[in-house]
């Protein structure tokens, strides 16, 4: 599900945060004065505030299978047999690479206003579900 700016969302999960707190106005060398704890249960809604993708960056396998599988598309039914065999095979070797980093191309995060005053910032879009 693709989120989008002004879209009512709720939280798909229930959620834990926890860390250190420094209370405001403090300097920051006093972090970790305090320890705290927040839950959030599911079924809390808000509102998208801003939606951030994220690309992975290519590896040399992904940026060769893309170099490889072009010249294969493009070119591969002027090519001898033997070549084009051997360009095949090559794609071939370099494809669990491209799957792989397809899966993991793309990320999104968003910040979500909740009704109850708490925003969550770059948070995956997964954690939330259409209102």
Not at 28 to 32: A, V, W
Not at 67 to 70: E, F, I, V
């Given at each position: 599900?693709?989120?989008n700016?002004?879209?009512?969302?709720?939280?798909a999960a229930?959620l834990r945060l926890?860390g250190?707190?420094?209370?405001?106005?403090?300097p920051?060398?006093?972090?970790?004065a305090?320890?705290a704890?927040l839950?959030?249960?599911?079924?809390i809604e808000?509102?998208?505030?801003?939606v951030?993708?994220h690309?992975r960056?290519?590896?040399h396998?992904v940026?060769e299978?893309l170099?490889?599988?072009?010249l294969l598309?493009?070119f591969g039914?002027q090519?001898?047999p033997?070549?084009?065999?051997q360009?095949?095979?090559q794609v071939?070797?370099?494809?669990?690479?491209?799957?792989?980093?397809?899966?993991?191309?793309?990320?999104?995060?968003?910040?979500?206003r909740?009704?109850n005053?708490?925003?969550?910032?770059?948070?995956p879009?997964?954690?939330f579900?259409s209102a």
């Open positions: 599900m693709t989120l700016v002004g879209q009512r969302v709720r939280l229930d926890a250190q707190v420094t209370p405001a106005g403090e920051p060398e006093e972090t970790g305090f320890a704890s839950a959030l249960v599911a079924g808000g509102t998208v505030e801003r951030d993708e690309h960056q290519q590896s396998e940026r299978y170099r490889l599988k072009s598309d493009d039914h090519m001898p033997a070549s084009r065999k360009l095949e095979e071939g070797a370099l494809e669990e690479q491209w799957v792989a980093y397809q899966r993991r191309m793309h990320r999104v995060t968003v910040r979500v909740l009704d005053g708490f925003v969550l910032d770059d948070a879009e997964k954690a579900a």
